[in-house]
């Protein structure tokens, strides 16, 4: 069985202090919560006290993103090699990166292509935007994606997807259970083809998308869903803690 993954990124949010005081509210509660990797991915500069804070705990620490080359006149961004050692995760390919900063599926691919030789475990987000929805074509984004994201790149053990339809990311309007399932599964099939079955059945896919502890429940009941890549609802250290909780329950009771 597939151990569960839950992940919150906090986005563009919180001071360095805020962030050590987030996670020191949730930290005793997330440790005496077994059965679920959970991850935190504060900014870039809150990255290196949030560490401290966790470690030797059972919470882990992912950046939000990175650049893909090793080192140089890259002015304002940072390379994978900085982040060893600071955290173990690293969020890749999320809708805001490719909405805001104009990342293609190349781009995303080179990152996570980086992110791996250096030993950091890539969350690769994929997700279609409502248009592309509403014009009958999720699959073919949601392939595109996936096979140019993960092109030329030899199965990575450690690679996590996060299905997050673009329409449910910060809007409260979450994809239905049976949906985010359904897509999930295609995911599923498509790694299959480039990796085998038994890569494809081992490997974890995350749900994003307005997940709260009020819905975290019925995604976690799908077969196919295996945790949540959370936004909004992890900058809350309460509504965090208990989808944490609800993920592990929701396991245990399968
Ligand atoms: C996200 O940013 O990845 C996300 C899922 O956000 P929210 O939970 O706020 O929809």
């Not at 005793?28 to 809150?46: K, N």
């Not at 295996?226 to 929701?250: H, M, N, P």
Request: glycine share 12%; with cysteine.
């Amino acid at each position: 069985m597939r151990v569960p993954i839950i992940a919150g990124n906090w986005k563009m949010n919180t001071t360095i202090a805020e962030a050590e005081a987030l996670v020191r509210q949730m930290l005793p509660e997330l440790e005496t919560i077994d059965g679920v990797e959970t991850v935190v991915c504060p900014p870039f500069v809150s990255l290196d006290a949030v560490s401290r804070l966790t470690q030797g705990t059972s919470v882990q620490v992912g950046a939000q993103n990175l650049y893909h080359e090793p080192k140089g006149a890259y002015t304002g961004e940072v390379a994978p090699g900085m982040l060893v050692g600071v955290c173990r995760w690293v969020i890749l390919g999320h809708s805001e990166r490719r909405q805001y900063f104009h990342e293609d599926d190349r781009l995303v691919n080179q990152k996570v292509a980086a992110a791996l030789d250096v030993g950091l475990k890539p969350i690769l987000a994929v997700g279609e935007r409502l248009e592309e929805r509403e014009a009958g074509r999720t699959e073919e984004v949601i392939a595109r994606q996936v096979r140019v994201g993960l092109e030329s790149i030899p199965a990575p053990e450690s690679l996590v997807i996060a299905y997050e339809p673009v329409w449910a990311i910060g809007t409260g309007r979450a994809a239905s259970g049976d949906d985010a399932n359904e897509t999930i599964g295609l995911i599923r099939g498509l790694v299959a083809k480039q990796y085998g079955d038994a890569f494809a059945q081992r490997m974890r896919v995350l749900y994003g998308g307005s997940m709260t502890q009020d819905n975290v429940g019925g995604y976690m009941a799908m077969p196919e869903i295996d945790g949540g890549l959370i936004g909004g609802a992890s900058l809350k250290a309460g509504d965090f803690v208990s989808i944490v909780r609800q993920a592990a329950e929701a396991r245990r009771g399968q």
